[in-house]
Each structure stands twice: as structure tokens, then as C-alpha cells.
């Protein structure tokens, strides 16, 4: 089946996407859950920080010094000079990033259940035995060789025992961990993460593909200025609820964070209804979890821009081949580990000494994606 299923819509599944009123609200059904999209009209909004925003409130580590912590001038570089941009045309936005019950949609296995119990025949499960038995029974050979002998009183090499013993151990617990991620599911409301220079960049083509989007009309990831204006939804403040961080309207310094315990996923994440929406209806825009937008990474330029988009540019090679990063792309509204400045409207993340300093080190950068259903006119990039 591969990463995604054949999706088939019905004509009830699609809706009208012409719209007037912001925050208009319109869902497009697939495999049985729901997508639901808000309108962003077309419009103008001033897009960065100002001057006195953030800047004095995030320091920095020194390399050579790491108890001296200076202000961290890269976000003044990376979010100035504040400018005017011009949206000409409407597009929709979904209410929140993929959550893990649409990300099961797509993937054809419809609603993630909320079961009490094992349910025994779930494809999750059998995949989840399917791999673990086999890997369980190999480590578990010189266990099941060494053991009887010993048992039988004959004379065997301890040290051979205890290893052995230990393989099976190991296989044991892969087995039941197998067991353990098929059977407790994540919550269908909190974000999915996915790869930035994988699986997000192919949601969109997949929808399009499978005739989801309305004629006329296409998904993609929504350019950094757009998310930034449905962000805003008509505001100018820091945040879209005022220039003082509210730790009541977005889930970030997750422990300084007053969520109970309760409403916190295994994953540290919350659900993405547990905030309200801004003024457009839109949710979870800030904190929680970052989000992926469709720009590479560029400065800004004071001059009135009209829907804008910077494409992404490879800046490595792999054997004399460009090889696209995922530094090449814009993060924006921070995650629930970062700090309210980081959480900011005019907050990014995309500059190589973040993100590139995570894939040296290994990690995969994951973030979550909101799709735009934008028209196709005006749009064709």
C-alpha cells in the first residue's frame, strides 16, 4: 500500500471553496474523518517583528564561554525589517497541523479508536507481530541451546549463560515494545511530526493526485507569508491575543506551562483543540508543535511584497549533486519546548546554526503540517 492509501472521494466530500468572510468555515471529508479548512481573504499585513519586539528576551550560548549568555542578534537579522505584504488572493488554511487521526485517514486506516481493550485483529498489531516474534525467537536461540544444559546439572560456561540470557532479554522486550506502540494508540487530536525533507513535502502532491482538492483548486504548504498572516488574522500584536505571552493560549515552556499532566500525550504534546482558536478560527498556530512552510529560507527586504514566496535552494552537495535540507526550509510558531520568544507571530526557525546543528548531530528535524487549499491561477509556483 505503501505510505499512503488510494483515497476515493465522493462528490459529497467536496465543498465550495468560494468564500467572503474570514475565518468561514469549510470541511472536506476523507476516509471517513474530518479536514476542516478556515478562509484567509486577500489582504495586506505588516509581516516581521518591530523593532523592540523579542530580541532583548533570547540570549545565546557562547561556544568558548558557555555560562555567558548574550542576546541573541540573529533573530533581529532574521525577522527584520518589518514590511508591508500584499495578499491578492483567498485561500484556505486548515484549522490545525495534521493531527494523528488525519494522518491515519491518509494512510487508509480511518478514525484512530479510543479502544478500552486489545483489539486482537488490528492490522497495527499483526504488523507489530509479524516483525517482533522472529526477531524475539533469534535472540532467544542460545538462551533456549544453554539452558536446559544447565539446568541438567552439567558443567557450562556462566559467562556464555549470562549473555545468552541477556540476547533474550533484549528480543523479549523488542516484542513487547512492538506490542506496547501497536496497542496504545496516540491521541487522534494531537499533531503528527513528520520528516521536513520527506513525508510533509509529499502530503500535498498526494492529495492532489488523488482528486481531493476542488477543481480549480490545489493543496500545497502555505508560503511563509501566508501562515504568518492567518496567524495574525488581522491583528499586529505580538502574539495574536496581545503583546504579553499567555500561558493560557498556547502550549509552549512546557514546564513553566500550567497544562495538567492529564492533558499531555506520550509524545509531550496536547491536543490541538485545548487552546482557543484566534480570531479566524484557526488553532494551535503557536506552540505545541512547529510548523512547515513552503519558502526557503531567505532575509527579509523592506519593500512591499506581493505574495511573496522564496523557492527552496539546495546549499549542500552529495558527490557534486545539489541535495535539498532541511535548513532550506522555514519553521514557524515554535514548539512546546521553546520559549514564548520563540512562539512569537513574527518568530522563525530555519537559519543553519539551528537547524543544521541538529542534523549534525543526528536528529532528525520533524515538524508538523497545516496544508493550504490555494487556486490554482496566481498560485502556479
Known sequence: MGLFAKT???????????????????????????????????????????????????TKQLPLLPSLRLPDTDYAKDERPRHMVILSRGFWLMET?????????????????????IKFMSRDLWDALIVGIPVALVLSIPALVCLPIWLSGEFFDSQTLSLSLIAMAFGILILVGNISSAVVKPNPECPKTFNVTNEAIRIADYLNKSGAAPTGWRFRLPTEAQWEYACRAGTTTVYWWGNKFDPKKAFCSVDNSPVRKEFISTEGK??????????????????????????GHSLYSPETAVDPFVPVKSREKLFGIPVTTSADYVLRGGRREASPNQ??????????????????????????????????????R
Open 8 to 58: 476515493i472521494v465522493s462528490s459529497k466530500d467536496f465543498f465550495d471553496p468560494n468564500a467572503t468572510q474570514a475565518g468561514e468555515r469549510r470541511v472536506l471529508t476523507l476516509n471517513g474523518v474530518e479536514f476542516p479548512f478556515r478562509y484567509c481573504p486577500p489582504g495586506d499585513f505588516l509581516m516581521g517583528a518591530a523593532d523592540d519586539e523579542g530580541v532583548e528576551r533570547e
Open 97 to 117: 497541523g495534521i493531527t494523528f487521526g488525519q494522518w491515519n485517514a491518509l494512510r487508509g486506516r480511518g478514525p484512530i479508536p479510543k479502544p478500552r481493550f
Open 343 to 380: 512562539c512569537r507571530c513574527a518568530s522563525r526557525l530555519a537559519d543553519r546554526d539551528v537547524v543544521g546543528s541538529k542534523r549534525r548531530s543526528g536528529h532528525t528535524v520533524v515538524a508538523s503540517v497545516r496544508l493550504a487549499l490555494v487556486p490554482i491561477a496566481g498560485f502556479g
Open 270 to 295: 496536547t491536543s490541538v483543540y485545548l487552546f482557543r482558536a484566534n480570531p479566524w478560527g484557526l488553532r494551535d498556530m503557536l506552540g505545541n508543535e512547529q510548523e512547515l512552510v513552503a519558502d
